[in-house]
């Protein structure tokens, strides 16, 4: 997705986007602050160390289970690309192909250590098998463009003012000619008054 100069200088309630951050880091923002303002604390892993903050002890963690994740504050980008994801779910066990038994051995032995392999003590693996892949090799640019731009607007008013009234540029050079024309006679007449009455005093 992609927007012209004149859509991205538009304001955010009319465009509903926004090209300051993605919609991930305004909500981990957002989180962060709903969070500080219940919970009077920050967590460990988000914490910001060009600041000054209290980290969370145990209540406090808590305390952020709680807290809900919303993004009615957040807008997406007005630029970038967009995809969909799609979960299947006929996927197999890593134990069961073929090709990853000996990987799935060697982090089996990785893994142990020195601990025995006997069934109970043995580890449990979290090794997963992840396949990703592009559904189609096609996509869709999509341009975003003001709804009605200086010239568009120029060109509907130009147009219904010369439909509905006959006007045109011609017209508009008469109206000033002869509105300046009464003008300067009706000041003329004003100017000729005031002098005849000078010259009977």
Not at 81 to 97: M, N, R, S, T
Request: net charge positive; hydrophobic share 30%.
């Amino acid at each position: 997705i992609d927007g012209t100069d004149d859509f991205i200088r538009l304001d955010e309630g009319v465009k509903h986007c926004q090209n300051r951050e993605s919609l991930l880091e305004c909500q981990a923002r957002e989180y962060k602050r709903n969070g500080l303002e219940k919970c009077k604390c920050t967590p460990y892993e988000m914490r910001n160390y060009s600041s000054t903050e209290t980290l969370c002890m145990p209540p406090g963690l808590e305390c952020y289970k709680s807290v809900q994740k919303t993004s009615d504050k957040c807008l997406i980008p007005c630029k970038g690309v967009f995809a969909d994801v799609e979960k299947g779910e006929d996927y197999k066990q890593v134990e069961a192909i073929e090709r990853f038994r000996a990987t799935l051995h060697n982090y089996r032995d990785y893994k142990s250590g020195f601990i025995t392999r006997n069934e109970e003590h043995k580890r449990k693996t979290k090794l997963h098998w992840v396949r990703i892949y592009f559904n189609t090799p096609t996509f869709d640019l999509i341009m975003k463009d003001e709804k009605a731009n200086l010239e568009d607007k120029l060109a509907v008013i130009g147009g219904t003012m010369g439909l509905l009234t006959g006007f045109s540029i011609i017209s508009g050079v008469e109206i000033i000619y002869f509105g300046v024309k009464i003008a300067v006679r009706v000041i003329g007449k004003r100017i000729k008054r005031q002098n005849k009455n000078e010259s009977r005093v």
